[in-house]
């Protein structure tokens, strides 16, 4: 393997985990900001009301999602074990 192939496998690895994590990142900001929000207005400083809701909704979405991060790592799998069997000895 020469630079180039590095390169190219971990720049697929790098865009592969930044596709299936984005959501639920993106969901846990969304519902933390909600929560902060929620907080500020009513003056409620309870540190588990900010981390419970958080843990339940990224659970559902998780359940929901797994399915399609499921494909997408199977793709991933699917395409470096095409570029390791084509690799020369």
């Given at each position: 393997m020469d630079q180039a192939e590095i390169m190219d496998v971990a720049y697929d690895a790098v865009w592969t985990l930044l596709k299936v994590t984005t959501p639920l990142m993106l969901i846990a900001l969304g519902v933390g900001l909600i929560i902060a929000l929620f907080q500020a207005l009513?003056?409620?400083?309870?540190?588990?009301?900010?981390?419970?809701?958080?843990?339940l909704v990224i659970f559902v979405a998780l359940l929901v999602l797994l399915p399609w991060m499921m494909t997408e790592m199977i793709e991933f799998m699917g395409r470096m074990v095409d570029h390791f069997i084509g690799l020369p000895n």
């Open positions: 009513t003056q409620i400083q309870e540190m588990t009301l900010t981390f419970v809701p958080k843990i």
